[in-house]
């Protein structure tokens, strides 16, 4: 059965490769990346490779009013695989609230307007660093959460609420990056 999926962070290292296995196994796929931390470039590659076309969007997940057009362009979206995401735990020390912004405040923008289009699939990137420093390797799923730096907390607070919202209401799968 193939599916219109939407990628977020989609032109990034690990978005561009789950666009090509999404399209090998016959999905139709659309992306949204601000292009940040990517480059569309990646998205060139993942056609050559695939012989499939991706329907890009250069939006970025906070942009509420955007993000709602992209649904409302590409009907029937399934589900979204959501990367889009800042990641250098270093940085985010220096600059917290840039990761609070973009990483909590990105994804509670994405999962309104998925509810707001009835789009109840997601599968959200995680971290291993909202176990801390783990005590065995390797780690698994009901270990102990204990964050240590800023954006393993973005990655706890988002799998928080999680627990505690409207993402009950919808299908949620965690993979870990």
Known sequence: MTEKILVTGGAGFIGSHTCIELLNNGNEVVVVDNLYNANKKSLEVVEKVTGKKVTFYEVDIR??????EVFETEKDIFGVIHFAGLKAVGESCALPLKYYDNNVAGTTTLCRVMEKN??????FSSSATVYGDPHALPIKEDFPLSVTKPYGRTKLMLEEIKEKTFWNQI???KVLF
Do not use: A, H, R
């Open 63 to 68: 942009d509420e009013e955007k993000l709602n």
């Open 118 to 123: 009835n789009c109840k699939n997601i599968i």
């Open 171 to 173: 299908q949620f799968q």
